[in-house]
């Protein structure tokens, strides 16, 4: 019942899907600019969505940020090869599913101190696990597979292997250092408006 109910989309369930999301997008309008902008940025909403809400919301977020983020700022590799949207979804529910079964509830049961050596490595594995999926399927196979061997993209190539694999995990850790300090801010003005509130009510 309690799985249940935790997985289940309500209105504040929704709202905090629509607010993240709509971080997500106005990051990606900087993607052009660095991945390490908007990379981050994506991968803290994620982790977000699976620790404030549930695993359904992150994985939503997974599938619709590669579709905003080919809209509104298309690189030629996604023209070149479409597919790799759906490698880049994957990898993000990748992302999610780890932080639902590796990071969250260690992180959740943290208390005050969410900043722990076990949270540190767990999120550092979640990362990871990102970054190797990414790299074994987008990396080693999609890229070098599908670009034709006359595009003047094929020169690029490792550039873009590194971007999908190298920078998939280092902009994951960003992100989840940006979790760390946005979970922990979010969580002390929560009880310092709560206390306010007792005050005034005793």
């Known amino acids: ?50 620790l404030m809400v549930n695993l359904p919301c992150g994985i939503i977020l ?15 590799v996604m023209m070149a090869v479409p597919a790799i949207i759906i490698f880049i979804m994957l990898g993000n529910i ?13 992180f959740m049961g943290s ?4 900043f722990r050596i076990s949270n540190m490595a767990r999120a550092i594995l979640c990362s990871l696990a ?13 890229l070098p597979a599908f670009i034709p061997e006359q595009s003047p ?7 873009f292997q590194k971007t999908f694999s190298v920078f998939q995990f280092l902009t994951a850790c ?8 946005v979970y922990t801010v979010l969580k002390r003005a ?4 709560l206390s306010l509130f007792q005050k005034s009510d005793s």
């Open 174 to 181: 960003i992100g989840f250092v940006y979790v760390f300090i």
């Open 62 to 76: 997974s599938i619709i940020t590669p579709i905003t983020a080919y809209m509104i700022a298309m690189s030629p």
């Open 130 to 142: 990102k970054g190797v999926f990414m790299g074994a399927t987008i990396s080693m196979w999609l």
């Open 1 to 50: 019942m309690g799985k249940t109910k935790e997985n289940k989309f309500g209105t504040r369930q929704i709202a905090t899907t629509a607010v993240l999301l709509a971080i997500c997008i106005v990051s990606q309008v900087f993607k052009n600019l660095s991945i390490f902008i908007t990379g981050p940025i994506v991968n803290t909403c994620i982790v977000l969505a699976v």
């Open 190 to 193: 929560v009880e310092r408006d």
């Open 111 to 114: 208390g005050n101190n969410v």
């Open 153 to 159: 993209l094929r020169n690029k190539l490792p550039v």
């Open 94 to 106: 990748v992302l999610a599913v780890a932080v639902e079964f590796l990071f969250k509830k260690s």
